[in-house]
């Protein structure tokens, strides 16, 4: 059973900064491709950043063009975390985020196998 549990949303300005973390239980944290994503009110669930896993690309990164350059995604094997740091918060940034695992290679669409329940970043403008 794998389990993700994400933490650190809330609430702050705009150009503000938070990180998000997803802990990962159950199974080799470091053969995952991780994903983290978004769901805004009325919307679909969208792709955010992606890391692929430790044993393929080494560890690549992919990002939405909306969040290029804001955000960095980073993994912590040895604590079977995976990270996003969120800077220059807009409003248009506020969502539900979730982080996602899937084996291997990260893709772009919503095609992954476990998901976390999801945490709430508001950006106030």
């Known amino acids: 059973q794998v389990q993700l549990v994400e933490s650190g949303g809330g609430l702050v300005q705009a150009g503000g900064s938070l990180r998000l973390g997803c802990v990962v239980s159950?199974?080799?944290?470091?053969?995952?491709?991780m994903g983290w994503f978004r769901q805004a009110p009325g919307k679909e669930r969208e792709f955010v950043a992606g890391?692929?896993?430790?044993?393929?690309?080494?560890?690549?990164?992919y990002y939405a063009d909306s969040v290029r350059g804001r955000f960095t995604i980073s993994r912590d094997n040895a604590k079977n975390t995976v990270y996003l740091q969120m800077n220059a918060l807009k409003p248009e940034d506020t969502a539900v985020y979730y982080c996602?695992?899937?084996?291997?290679?990260?893709?772009?669409?919503?095609?992954?196998?476990?998901w976390g329940q999801g945490t709430q970043v508001t950006v106030s403008s």
């Open positions: 996602a695992a899937r084996g291997l290679i990260v893709v772009l669409s919503t095609d992954y196998n476990y």
């Open positions: 159950g199974r080799t944290f470091s053969n995952y491709a």
């Open positions: 890391i692929s896993s430790s044993i393929t690309f080494s560890g690549r990164t």
